[in-house]
């Protein structure tokens, strides 16, 4: 069996769930392409007999693009043109396909079928709807007929995959309208690579690097767009700028860290925001392990499209948790089967900022909502488990 999986991006749980397929299958390609500043998977490269890494070329400067929408689009088009390449060289018998926008995923399905493969999508969220969401904004009724565009054209590249992968039951509804089979639908939740993710003491090297041991830490960490809500960091820090204990920690890039970067001038903030780039993969152990509590937060609109995977990440640190996002969204649901944290809808930042105090000030209860993370990471977390799955149904589509 020769699978082809593509990443649209270099996400670090991907590389133990590739290895895993090398060590059962004739051969595994695992091709991804880097949009971040830092790459997160050099830490996680496996060495196997039949395992490949393949790190696909952008062809184009991303970073410089990836705010304009017409212009990311072209970009994404001509990397679209890269994937499908890698494709047809393979020879694969399976393409898995994640994370990709709709137009680079409809050149990896024309691929596969020129080369005689199955295709299977992995949805983690529906581009569709966050085109909709995103150019409705800027442009108006425009932006939402090219929304609607979008959503046809992701509506007919999911009808015509032979299987589906999606991180929520959430998402089965939207596939369901969609007109495809459910019988060809897994769900399959995200998890994070907790083999390389150590808990650590919040005294490391990373911690002592930025002046941070001994601090309570309200950490961020991952990327951080509009739809993030960076303005409730700022309240967070607006709130403890008279506290010399206290930090609001932001490890993250996009607009929001922009933003974030741009209020740090602020004399009244006294020093609580401190706002840095992301960090690579070998040093997160360490970021996550100088927080005293974990943040994740996600606006209202986006919740019902996205699950923000830095959670699952979080909950191998053996930290708290605490979330602003909406009731339904799985992260939180996460979070409480877990007994991990707190979370708060994004309209109540009351809430967020009560929960915020109490974890500052209740040692013993971070302790235990900490432990309780990374026992539900332990438990939740295993590969070989996880692979069992997807082999499962790769077995139905096959």
């Given at each position: 069996?020769?699978?082809?999986?593509?990443?649209?991006?270099?996400?670090?749980?991907?590389?133990?769930?590739?290895a895993?397929?090398a060590?059962?299958h004739?051969?595994?390609?695992?091709?991804?392409?880097?949009?971040?500043?830092?790459?997160?998977?050099?830490?996680?490269?496996?060495s196997?007999?039949?395992?490949?890494?393949?790190?696909?070329?952008?062809?184009?400067?991303y970073?410089?693009?990836?705010?304009?929408?017409?212009?990311?689009?072209?970009l994404?088009?001509?990397?679209?043109?890269?994937?499908?390449t890698?494709?047809?060289?393979?020879?694969?018998?399976?393409?898995?396909?994640?994370?990709?926008?709709?137009?680079?995923?409809?050149?990896?399905?024309?691929?596969?079928r020129?080369?005689?493969?199955?295709?299977?999508?992995?949805?983690?969220?529906?581009?569709?709807?966050?085109?909709?969401?995103?150019?409705?904004?800027?442009f108006?009724?425009?932006?939402?007929?090219?929304?609607?565009?979008?959503?046809f054209w992701?509506?007919r590249q999911?009808?015509?995959?032979?299987?589906v992968?999606?991180?929520?039951?959430?998402?089965?509804?939207?596939?369901?309208?969609?007109?495809?089979?459910?019988?060809?639908?897994?769900?399959?939740?995200n998890?994070?690579p907790?083999e390389?993710?150590?808990?650590l003491?919040?005294?490391?090297?990373?911690s002592?690097?930025?002046g941070?041991?001994?601090?309570?830490?309200?950490?961020y960490?991952?990327?951080?767009?509009?739809?993030?809500?960076?303005?409730?960091?700022?309240?967070?820090?607006?709130?403890?700028?008279?506290?010399?204990?206290?930090?609001?920690?932001?490890?993250?890039?996009g607009?929001?860290?922009?933003?974030?970067?741009?209020?740090?001038?602020?004399?009244?903030?006294?020093?609580?925001?401190i706002?840095?780039?992301?960090?690579?993969?070998?040093?997160?152990?360490?970021v996550?392990?100088?927080?005293?509590?974990?943040?994740?937060?996600?606006?209202?609109?986006?919740s019902?499209?996205?699950?923000?995977?830095?959670?699952?990440?979080?909950?191998?640190?053996?930290?708290?948790l605490?979330?602003?996002?909406?009731?339904?969204?799985?992260?939180?649901?996460?979070v409480?089967t877990?007994?991990?944290?707190?979370?708060?809808?994004?309209?109540?930042?009351?809430?967020?900022?009560?929960?915020?105090?109490?974890?500052?000030?209740?040692?013993?209860?971070?302790?235990?909502?900490?432990?309780?993370?990374?026992?539900?990471?332990?438990?939740?977390?295993?590969?070989e488990?996880?692979?069992?799955?997807?082999?499962?149904?790769?077995?139905?589509?096959?």
């Amino acid at each position: 069996m020769k699978i082809f999986f593509h990443d649209f991006g270099d996400y670090p749980l991907f590389f133990s769930f590739t290895a895993e397929l090398a060590r059962r299958h004739e051969h595994v390609t695992h091709a991804y392409v880097e949009l971040l500043s830092v790459d997160r998977s050099g830490s996680l490269a496996v060495s196997e007999p039949c395992y490949e890494v393949k790190r696909l070329q952008m062809p184009g400067d991303y970073q410089a693009v990836k705010y304009s929408f017409f212009k990311r689009f072209n970009l994404e088009a001509r990397y679209a043109r890269v994937a499908a390449t890698a494709v047809v060289e393979a020879e694969p018998d399976l393409v898995l396909s994640a994370n990709a926008p709709t137009h680079v995923q409809s050149a990896l399905q024309q691929a596969a079928r020129e080369s005689g493969a199955r295709f299977i999508c992995w949805t983690q969220d529906f581009y569709c709807e966050a085109v909709r969401s995103i150019l409705h904004k800027k442009f108006g009724p425009l932006g939402g007929l090219i929304g609607n565009v979008f959503h046809f054209w992701e509506r007919r590249q999911i009808r015509q995959c032979d299987g589906v992968l999606v991180i929520t039951e959430g998402f089965r509804q939207q596939l369901h309208e969609w007109g495809y089979p459910d019988d060809q639908v897994e769900v399959m939740a995200n998890w994070a690579p907790i083999e390389s993710l150590p808990v650590l003491a919040q005294e490391n090297d990373w911690s002592r690097e930025h002046g941070l041991v001994g601090k309570f830490c309200f950490l961020y960490s991952g990327t951080m767009g509009l739809k993030h809500n960076p303005e409730l960091l700022l309240q967070c820090a607006e709130r403890y700028a008279r506290d010399p204990s206290v930090r609001i920690v932001v490890v993250a890039e996009g607009t929001g860290a922009d933003y974030l970067r741009e209020q740090l001038t602020r004399p009244e903030l006294n020093g609580c925001l401190i706002v840095l780039p992301m960090q690579a993969a070998a040093r997160v152990p360490e970021v996550l392990a100088t927080a005293s509590v974990l943040i994740a937060t996600l606006e209202p609109e986006a919740s019902h499209i996205c699950v923000p995977s830095k959670v699952l990440t979080y909950l191998c640190a053996a930290r708290p948790l605490l979330l602003s996002v909406a009731d339904k969204n799985l992260a939180a649901e996460t979070v409480r089967t877990g007994q991990a944290g707190f979370t708060a809808a994004p309209d109540r930042a009351d809430l967020f900022m009560s929960a915020a105090d109490r974890l500052r000030q209740d040692e013993a209860l971070c302790r235990e909502l900490g432990a309780n993370a990374r026992r539900y990471a332990e438990a939740s977390f295993q590969i070989e488990r996880i692979v069992d799955q997807f082999e499962r149904f790769m077995g139905r589509v096959l």
